[in-house]
């Protein structure tokens, strides 16, 4: 994939290569793949967009809202969240999984046996650039 993808079909590509991914590295450490989430989307795009157009990269707003906020904004029912985020040239879903492997905590949410959905929401900087967030919740 070449460029932010920043329309409809070239997003959704986008996130359905990396859930193929992301479930592919969780089977082969015996994990089971994580359920795609409408809401739980949502509320990462809701995220992510926020963040390209603030230019800024953080797990929290300036009110302290935090990923748990967003997921209960969107009417998504949740014990346990969890949140990556990456900004950077992104263009391959492989890349963006390859950075959040690097990372121990990030790799710990990647791998966490009690997230069982997640949701993909990616923005894209005047730049470029890719910003990626990645909600997780559970059961």
Not at 9 to 17: D, E, L, M, S, V
Not at 56 to 77: E, F, I, N, Q, Y
Not at 85 to 111: F, K, M, Q, T, V
């Amino acid at each position: 994939m070449a460029g932010c993808p920043d329309a409809g079909p070239a997003r959704a590509a986008y996130r359905h290569a990396f859930a193929q991914a992301l479930g592919d590295w969780r089977a082969a450490r015996g994990l089971a793949r994580l359920r795609p989430d409408a809401g739980v989307e949502t509320a990462a795009q809701r995220w992510a967009e926020r963040l390209a157009a603030e230019g800024r990269l953080a797990h929290r707003a300036p009110d302290g809202a935090g990923v748990g906020d967003r997921l209960s904004a969107a009417g998504v029912p949740w014990r346990r969240a969890a949140e990556n985020l990456a900004a950077g040239p992104l263009a391959d879903p492989r890349a963006l999984l390859a950075l959040w492997e690097g990372s121990p905590a990030h790799r710990r949410n990647l791998a966490a046996e009690d997230l069982s959905r997640a949701g993909l929401g990616i923005a894209c900087r005047p730049d470029g650039d890719v910003v990626a967030a990645l909600a997780l919740a559970g059961p």
